[in-house]
Each structure stands twice: as structure tokens, then as C-alpha cells.
T-cell receptor, first 110, second 114 residues
Framework: KQEVTQIPAALSVPEGENLVLNCSFT??????LQWFRQDPGKGLTSLLL?????REQTSGRLNASLDKSSGRSTLYIAASQPGDSATYLC?????????FGQGTRLTINP | DAGVIQSPRHEVTEMGQEVTLRCKPI?????LFWYRQTMMRGLELLIY????????DSGMPEDRFSAKMPNASFSTLKIQPSEPRDSAVYFC????????????FGPGTRLTVT
């Protein structure tokens, strides 16, 4: 059974810092990995999707990497801003099913 | 496109009552997923459909939960009878065929059972 773990559970950093969020998974037989953002009381917004054959994806200040063999992914956020404050979730996909981590609650302090 | 639409956005009901949550997927998507999010268990997949047919309902917690997809543009998740432990946010998501295709989530329905 696939298990997804995100560390840390919460992170608070000052504005402008670069930061890394971690995601690990137990079964490397995945089709893709997706990073989501969730604002309080809101739904999930897809940030990046990395296919199993890819090593990384970039969108603006966000860069996600995938090391399938070691069961790890990282989400790098450059030059963090207060608007980046949210919960970040990673999810791995086996066939059609997504398995989610518990998320990292990120707070960027002005 | 309006994205995935869910209704109601908030539902408060008393224990024992029937609750029906509704979802309209993105037009053209052939997969539809129902998830539940709680503080304790995070996001869990309850059931998903392909071309209106239920494929995997192994995440449905018990017989009180049922889901239907009568056509490509509408799905319901019903809880009968509801219990306080069913209080959660229920999300619907949809996607195209293809393992490398991302899922698009609706805004969720926050259910409170008193």
C-alpha cells in the first residue's frame, strides 16, 4: 500500500527566503507526482505535475524534482512571498488513484 | 471552462439525516473522483468513476455511503444516515484519460453533522 509522507508538517520563514518542502513515498511504481496548493477553506490548486520519466518541472518561482528510485520529491520555492502562505500537498499517482501526503503548512512572515 | 462545480458549498445537518452532495465535472473529462478531507486522516479517495461506471469504491467507509454518476456531467455522493464522524470536507475532482494527466479539484463541500 502506497504511503506518502511530507516533512516538515509546518514551516515558518521570513519573506524572501528560498525554501524546500519534502515528500517521500514508499512504492516507486508511480505514474506521476503532483504538487498542490490549498488555501484555508478552499479547494486544491495544481502547481506542478512531474511524470515518472521526468526529473523535474519548473513554473515561475517553483521547481519540483522527482527521484523515483529513492521515493523522494522536493518542491523548491524561490524568493518566498507572504502570498505563498498555504498548505502544500504532494500526491503520487498509481494508475488512476492519487495518494496524498498530509501536507506542509507554510507561513511566510513579512 | 467553469472548472469542477460542487454543491452545496456548506451543509449542516443533524445526525440521522440523509445528505446528498453534488458534482459537475469539467466537460469532456471521463474520470470523476470523490475525496474526503479530515484533519486526522488527510485527503482520502472514496470512489472513482470512468465513463460513468464506478471503478473502485474501496475507499467508501461503509454502507451508509453511496455514489452515482447517471451521466457524464453529474455525480452524487449520498450519506444515509449521517453521523457526526462524517463531518469533513468532500472534494470532487475530474480528469481526462491518461495516467500522466492531472486531476482538477472542485472547491469542496464542508459537511457538518451535529
Amino acid at each position: 500500500k502506497q504511503e506518502v509522507t511530507q516533512i516538515p508538517a509546518a514551516l515558518s520563514v521570513p519573506e524572501g527566503e528560498n525554501l524546500v518542502l519534502n515528500c517521500s513515498f514508499t512504492d516507486s511504481a508511480i505514474y506521476n507526482l503532483q504538487w498542490f496548493r490549498q488555501d484555508p477553506g478552499k479547494g486544491l490548486t495544481s502547481l506542478l505535475l512531474i511524470q515518472s520519466s521526468q526529473r523535474e518541472q519548473t513554473s515561475g518561482r517553483l521547481n519540483a524534482s522527482l527521484d523515483k528510485s529513492s521515493g523522494r520529491s522536493t518542491l523548491y520555492i524561490a524568493a518566498s512571498q507572504p502570498g505563498d502562505s498555504a498548505t502544500y500537498l504532494c500526491a503520487v499517482k498509481g494508475a488512476q488513484k492519487l495518494v496524498f501526503g498530509q501536507g506542509t503548512r507554510l507561513t511566510i512572515n513579512p | 471552462d467553469a472548472g469542477v462545480i460542487q454543491s452545496p458549498r456548506h451543509e449542516v445537518t443533524e445526525m440521522g439525516q440523509e445528505v446528498t452532495l453534488r458534482c459537475k465535472p469539467i466537460s469532456g473529462h471521463d474520470y470523476l473522483f470523490w475525496y474526503r478531507q479530515t484533519m486526522m486522516r488527510g485527503l482520502e479517495l472514496l470512489i472513482y468513476f470512468n465513463n460513468n461506471v464506478p471503478i473502485d469504491d474501496s475507499g467508501m467507509p461503509e454502507d451508509r455511503f453511496s455514489a452515482k454518476m447517471p451521466n457524464a456531467s453529474f455525480s452524487t455522493l449520498k450519506i444515509q444516515p449521517s453521523e457526526p464522524r462524517d463531518s469533513a470536507v468532500y472534494f470532487c475532482a475530474s480528469s481526462w484519460t491518461g495516467v500522466a494527466i492531472e486531476q482538477y479539484f472542485g472547491p469542496g463541500t464542508r459537511l457538518t453533522v451535529t
